[in-house]
């Protein structure tokens, strides 16, 4: 027994009533090739100053489920934890 949703196409005839219905939307928009050619890429989000890095890292399994406890959030919390651990120690 698969755990997907089975995906259900639309029969030829449902298609084309869908498309019918965009048709007479009155709000449906389809730009002309030279209209989608003038539009602007958005970029997604914004950059950041400081972009975050993704590492594969170890902690003990304490550790990440006290974190983890403390709910939503707990990546930034532990984050935080290490900074304030930065600005309160001085590296060799």
């Given at each position: 027994m698969s755990s997907k949703p089975e995906l259900h196409m639309p029969t030829p005839e449902e298609d084309a009533a869908i498309q019918r219905g965009i048709e007479r939307d009155p709000d449906t928009f389809v730009p002309t090739d030279a209209q989608f050619k003038q539009m602007k890429r958005r970029g997604g989000r914004p950059k950041l100053e400081h972009p975050k890095i993704a590492l594969t890292v170890r902690y003990d399994a304490d550790i990440i489920e006290r974190f983890r406890a403390s709910g939503d959030g707990w990546q930034t919390r532990m984050n935080d934890a290490l900074?304030?651990?930065?600005?309160?120690?001085?590296?060799?």
């Open positions: 900074r304030e651990w930065l600005n309160t120690h001085r590296l060799a």
